[in-house]
């Protein structure tokens, strides 16, 4: 089966460099270059006719293991390998960016936007950072929305803050994580009255003087709009990338490149775009109905020159849960709602890994591009 030069498996001795070699030509498909370059096959060891190995993905919410296991099957067989065994692994990626930036131990830092108000973002946020938390990564939420922090209900978190040294903060934990609001600091009952500086403060406040501890992932909720309070937030926050979310009422291509454009002024990129509330999935036939019309989310993408990062139907258990202080990925995970958010999550951490590693890889806007 592999030619004339090879009197059979048996007589076919793997090496650890005969194994290091032909791993160094399996691509990781996502980032486009090899287990070897990008150091994520280690500690190989080969025992007979079986490798042992770790491959260290660059997020715990890897979608593609099984992409990567097979391919690394393909690439040893020929050297005689009958059994490959891998120990997944994982470390995110430091984006220099925030870390310098900040001196936090926060890996990536993301921001969840959107043109208008009352999209979904709050509820994308916290339910993309419950995913991220639940496949093994450490995760905080920063709620930038000082005027109308809706974080702290959402995730069901309560309390004050603690101050251990009259300087610092602890974020509040809840759903194993961390996370910091205005809405713990005011009374709820109370607007919140601030000046553009002092709410610049704030923010840099909840950056540098929260004790976030080690984060893969900061994800930030940004107020709605695209005006001048979100660009001087965006200016404060180092951030890694965005996610726009849309709603097919307000699918136009204009609110979004305008968002696109903020975070272009402010060299931030767009690592993907979530349509929201779009289709139902009717729970007792699971039929579909797409309310607005199929596919509004994956094109306004295209248009723009934004990956399509994945759709949310609309379901009223995801408001309750909301109400309730308990994600719908807890609540009901078997949801098509909850699984389109978890997948959305994985394709994310995906993008994130790219952006980081791979950064040639830029999206340009041709529609059958899909990499960043
Ligand atoms: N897919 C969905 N299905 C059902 N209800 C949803 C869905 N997504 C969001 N909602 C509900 O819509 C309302 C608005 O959502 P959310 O607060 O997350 O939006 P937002 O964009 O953060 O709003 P704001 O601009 O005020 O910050 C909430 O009551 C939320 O529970
Ligand atoms: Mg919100």
Not at 206 to 228: E, R, S
Not at 242 to 268: C, E, H, L, R, Y
Request: one cysteine or more; a neutral charge.
């Amino acid at each position: 089966m592999f030619g004339i030069f090879n009197r059979g498996n048996q007589d076919i001795k793997p090496t650890v460099e005969g194994v290091i070699q032909a791993l160094a030509k399996v691509d990781d498909p996502e980032l486009h270059k090899d287990l070897v370059t990008l150091n994520m096959a280690r500690d190989v060891v080969v025992n007979g006719n079986e490798v042992n190995l770790r491959i260290m993905l660059t997020t715990p919410a890897c979608p593609l293991k099984g992409k990567i296991q097979s391919d690394i099957e393909s690439a040893l067989r020929p050297l005689g390998v009958a059994k490959v065994n891998i120990r997944w692994d994982s470390q995110v990626p430091t984006d220099n960016r925030i870390s310098g930036a900040l001196n936090i131990g926060v890996k990536v830092a993301i921001a969840v936007s959107s043109g208008k108000g009352g999209v979904g973002k709050s509820t994308i946020a916290v339910n993309l950072a419950v995913a991220l938390q639940r496949s093994g990564a450490k995760v905080g939420i920063l709620d930038a929305d000082i005027y109308g922090p809706n974080v702290p209900m959402m995730m069901g978190a309560k309390g004050r803050p603690m101050s251990p040294d009259g300087k610092h903060i602890m974020p509040i934990e809840a759903h194993g994580v961390r996370i910091m609001s205005m809405g713990f600091l005011v009374d709820p009952d109370k607007p919140v009255v601030l000046r553009g500086p002092m709410l610049h403060g704030i923010i840099r406040q909840f950056l540098g003087d929260v004790m976030w501890g080690d984060l893969d992932y900061l994800i930030v909720d940004l107020p709605p709009g695209t005006g001048d309070a979100q660009l001087s937030l965006s200016q404060s926050i180092p951030l890694t990338g965005a996610v726009m979310v849309t709603t097919p009422q307000q699918v136009s291509v204009a609110d979004v490149t305008k968002a696109i454009g903020m975070f272009n002024q402010v060299d931030v990129p767009i690592l993907g775009l979530v349509e929201n509330m779009g289709v139902f999935i009717a729970p007792d036939t699971g039929k579909r109905y797409d309310i607005f019309g199929a596919g509004g989310g994956r094109k306004l993408a295209e248009r723009a020159g934004v990956p399509f990062l994945g759709e949310v139907p609309l379901d009223p258990q995801i408001r309750v849960g909301g109400d309730a202080g308990i994600p719908i990925i807890i609540s009901h995970p078997d949801a098509p709602a909850a699984k389109a958010l978890v997948e959305i999550a994985n394709s994310l951490a995906a993008k994130i890994s790219v952006r980081i590693l791979a950064p040639e890889q830029r999206y340009t806007a041709a529609p059958e591009l899909k990499i960043l």
